[in-house]
T-cell receptor, first 113, second 115 residues
Framework: AQSVTQLDSQVPVFEEAPVELRCNYSSSVSVYLFWYVQYPNQGLQLLLKYLSGSTLVESINGFEAEFNKSQTSFHLRKPSVHISDTAEYFCAVSEPGGFKTIFGAGTRLFVKA | GAGVSQSPSNKVTEKGKDVELRCDPISGHTALYWYRQRLGQGLEFLIYFQGNSAPDKSGLPSDRFSAERTGESVSTLTIQRTQQEDSAVYLC?????????????FGPGTRLTVL
């Protein structure tokens, strides 16, 4: 069975500081990996995904995540955060071609001025 | 519409009452998912519809939970005899033909509070 662990439930950071949101997964098969973002009072949005190929994937708003198979991790990073990045971030895993997605418990990123 | 919509956005009910939650998927999307998000927890898969195939109900937590879908459009999640532990945000997602997990689009959710 697949599972996802997000090690931090809350991460407070100051604006323009770097941030890393940690995600580890377990799976006996190959995986697709995702980060979703949920802004206050909005639905989940796909932030970025790893399906195959380059292990470093990027989003349009400056986030990046690296698939590390040996460490079974998919940590999300941003070198300089903005107030508008305040949201809850969910790491998720699915099997290639499958329909079920397993989500982590989420990490609440709070960016302070 | 442009995205997945859900109604109501908030629902407060008394223990023991039945509730119905509605999901309108993106037009043309054949796959539809329901998830539950309890406070401080990740999303739990509840049920999956794909076209005219039999739905995958493996995530429904008890027989008090049921869901229906009319063709490839609206879906209704029904919770009978609600309990306080049913309090959560219920999220719906849809995806294009093929229904792969990596192509899900989520609605804003319905926040259910059972008193």
């Amino acid at each position: 069975a697949q599972s996802v662990t997000q090690l931090d439930s809350q991460v407070p950071v100051f604006e323009e500081a770097p941030v890393e949101l940690r995600c580890n997964y377990s799976s006996s098969v190959s995986v697709y990996l995702f980060w979703y973002v949920q802004y206050p009072n909005q639905g989940l949005q796909l932030l970025l995904k790893y399906l195959s190929g380059s292990t470093l994937v990027e989003s349009i708003n400056g986030f990046e995540a690296e698939f590390n198979k040996s460490q079974t991790s998919f940590h999300l990073r941003k070198p300089s955060v903005h107030i508008s990045d305040t949201a809850e971030y969910f790491c998720a895993v699915s099997e290639p071609g499958g329909f079920k997605t397993i989500f982590g418990a989420g990490t609440r990123l709070f960016v302070k001025a | 519409g442009a995205g997945v919509s859900q109604s109501p956005s908030n629902k407060v009910t008394e223990k023991g009452k039945d509730v119905e939650l509605r999901c309108d998927p993106i037009s043309g999307h054949t796959a539809l998912y329901w998830y539950r998000q309890r406070l401080g927890q990740g999303l739990e898969f509840l049920i999956y519809f794909q076209g005219n195939s039999a739905p995958d109900k493996s995530g429904l937590p008890s027989d008090r939970f049921s869901a229906e879908r009319t063709g490839e459009s609206v879906s209704t999640l029904t919770i009978q005899r609600t309990q306080q532990e049913d309090s959560a945000v219920y999220l719906c997602a849809s995806s294009p033909p093929g229904g792969r997990a990596e192509e899900q689009f989520f609605g804003p959710g319905t926040r259910l509070t059972v008193l």
